[in-house]
């Protein structure tokens, strides 16, 4: 079996390492894998870039108006389509599928199709001949523009009045209508399964317009071989931490910058428990933003450390760790609670989207309203002052982990729906005589 993943990066956010992991677990498993992504950032075995002419519409493009505006305002094609307000969907026909001859793959696998190198118009092609299953790891597949819809219901009639075009990805003026209706076009005209990693999500997609053929729930795993609850101690000596120190961690891509993990809350929480008296030392960890830092406020050392790629060095930051924390105020499946759990770090984090799936309230962490600092800041207060608790919980976190969410556990369950997609597939196409 050839399977083809398509996504943004290969390394960055969730999404990204979910892909990756994939990736790399269908060749351990001596799978034909390959991994197409719209810019690379390591090189990898069997990943390649979509190359610049396969995504891009420079004055190539056999349309007098696009060349006039590549000439007249020196810009290219798709940047003066987000100008106007359209989405970042106007590539050419992802050619590098025809690079496969006759091979093509046996299936395509898509995650994130947003961040300006996809064609979603390709889809209508793809799908014909090559079964699709897309992941959604986000909402912006049956929105106007956005990835998070966050507290906003307007998607569900269609867009229009968008209340934020900032909301990522970005557009200049309020066509959410008009891109909801050309999206909508398209994935009619698409042969296509969905992969949902939350049943909130799940609930999501049925509250839209989408109409994929199959659906399943397939919640995201994470490589236990390296983030587990192993070699604790030896990691807190190892980055330079006393074992008396209670570590609290905060992992966000684009860390405080980052809109949707809300740091206002975690700032407003550490300096709510910086007020507090304990008898350890207590360190806040903040990973994610690009300088490193180290400041003091009233009794809590905090560190600032940019984002770290290299996942063996995340994972001793995880085990060295004793509460992690997460704020989110919208999220479908967040990879940082899993690896947290993974690595027996009990969890405290926001009652929002997918999160309670992955944490059980009261045994494997806590679950606290969004935007509530007092209550996050009282549950953390419970940890410090209970070892005991802290200990059980973690114990409880990494033991469910390991049985829910492994990456083997994943990879497993996603190479069955393969298999189910493909059927499904092919029967359709003997069905209409395609």
Not at 122 to 148: N, Q, Y
Not at 152 to 161: A, K, L, M, R, T
Not at 171 to 183: E, M, P, V
Request: charged share 20%; proline share 4%.
């Amino acid at each position: 079996m050839i399977i083809l993943q398509i996504n943004t990066s290969d390394i960055g956010g969730g999404a990204e390492k979910i892909a990756n992991d994939l990736h790399k677990a269908y060749l351990n498993l001596g799978k034909n894998s390959l991994l197409a992504v719209g810019f690379t950032i390591n090189n990898q075995e069997s990943v390649f870039k979509i190359h610049e002419e396969h995504r891009r519409l420079k004055t190539s493009f056999k349309n007098k108006f696009a060349r006039y505006v590549s000439r007249t305002f020196h810009l290219d094609w798709p940047a003066f389509l987000r100008w106007s307000g359209f989405e970042d969907i106007y590539y050419p026909r992802n050619k590098f599928i025809n690079n496969f001859d006759q091979n093509l793959p046996d299936i395509i696998h898509a995650h994130n199709l947003h961040g300006g190198y996809f064609n979603l118009n390709s889809l209508i092609e793809l799908s014909a001949k090559i079964p699709i299953l897309i992941t959604l790891h986000d909402e912006w597949l049956f929105t106007g523009h956005c990835a998070c819809t966050i507290d906003c219901h307007n998607w569900i009639d269609g867009c229009g009045h968008c209340p934020d075009l900032d909301r990522y990805p970005k557009i200049n003026h309020d066509l959410t209508h008009l891109n909801y209706r050309i999206k909508n076009r398209i994935l009619q005209k698409s042969i296509f399964s969905v992969v949902t990693p939350s049943v909130w999500m799940a609930s999501q997609l049925n509250k839209s317009s989408l109409l994929p053929f199959l659906t399943k729930v397939i919640p995201n795993g994470v490589n236990q071989a390296v983030f587990n609850h192993l070699d604790t101690k030896e990691s807190k000596k190892e980055l330079g931490f006393d074992l008396n120190e209670v570590l609290i961690l905060y992992i966000a891509a684009q860390g405080k910058n980052n809109p949707y993990k809300d740091y206002d809350t975690i700032a407003k929480t550490i300096d709510l428990i910086s007020t507090f008296n304990f008898r350890s030392e207590i360190v806040f960890i903040s990973i994610g933003g690009n300088n490193s830092k180290i400041t003091k406020l009233n009794n809590i050392k905090i560190l600032e450390i940019p984002f770290i790629n290299d996942q063996i060095k995340l994972s001793q930051y995880y085990k060295a760790s004793d509460i992690f924390i997460h704020a989110s105020i919208t999220d479908n499946f967040p990879t940082t609670i899993l690896e947290s759990l993974s690595c027996g770090i009990p969890v405290i984090a926001t009652a929002i989207g997918g999160i309670p799936e992955q944490i059980i309230n009261g045994e494997t962490g806590f679950l606290v309203p969004p935007k509530d600092a007092t209550s996050m800041a009282q549950k953390i207060e419970l940890l410090i002052n209970n070892p005991q608790l802290r200990t059980r919980m973690g114990e409880n976190a990494f033991t469910d982990a390991k049985a829910r969410f492994s990456l083997d556990l994943m990879a497993e369950r996603y190479l069955f729906f393969y298999a189910e997609v493909i059927e499904d597939w092919h029967k359709r196409n003997a069905r209409f005589g395609h």
